[in-house]
């Protein structure tokens, strides 16, 4: 083996085992997409690389905020103002049917979130920003723990937004009366 020889079918060998390691990771990548799916989980068809937040053990996708429409003249807009405004974040499958911090079942199909303040039971107009769609929710879990972001939605309340997938999306929340049947018009 002097003189860089090497023993018949060691370059065979080596040529085996690159193909097994990229048979491997792609079997690993298509098993983690199986597993993001059926949690119900897949990418936005509109979702764009210069929108992907990183979180430490997460990447999210993230919308820009919708560009506000001019007013016309003469128009005399309501400037109401929200209560809060920042990113949301859903949870669904993997919380489906665990107690809540109000002692409820979670249901990911339920028009529920989670907020680090609000009374339980209140009631809260979510606004997308991005989408300029709306939902009612009612607290019944404390959340988001993470940095940043305002409210947890549930699956159901996001699909409502038009934010399933793997994203934060913008909003503002307007907390309700009792007797407020509909969100604040934009």
């Known amino acids: ?26 079997w690993l990548l298509c098993s983690a997409c199986t597993a993001a799916q059926a949690q119900g989980l897949q990418a936005e068809p509109d ?7 990183s979180v430490p053990g997460e990447a999210m996708l993230i919308d820009p905020p919708a560009k506000p429409e001019p007013s016309t003249p ?4 309501l400037n109401l103002e929200a209560d809060e405004v920042g990113l949301a974040s859903w949870y669904g499958a993997q919380f489906h049917r665990r107690r809540t911090a109000s002692g409820e079942l979670f249901d990911m199909r339920a028009l529920t979130a989670a ?13 997308s920003q991005a989408t300029g769609r709306t939902v009612i929710v009612r607290i019944n879990d404390r959340g988001p723990h993470v940095r940043n972001r305002v409210i947890d939605l549930s699956r159901g309340a996001a699909e409502a ?21 509909d969100c604040p018009a934009p």
């Open 1 to 26: 083996m002097a003189g860089g020889t090497q023993p018949p079918g060691a370059h065979r060998g080596a040529a085996l085992r690159v193909l097994l390691r990229r048979a491997v990771g792609l």
């Open 161 to 181: 937004l038009g934010m399933v997938g793997l994203g934060l999306k913008p909003v503002e929340l307007f907390a309700l009366q009792e007797d407020d049947e």
């Open 47 to 53: 979702a764009l690389a210069p929108n992907l937040l």
């Open 115 to 127: 907020h680090p303040t609000l009374p339980f039971g209140s009631r809260v107009c979510v606004r």
């Open 74 to 77: 003469g128009a005399s807009p």
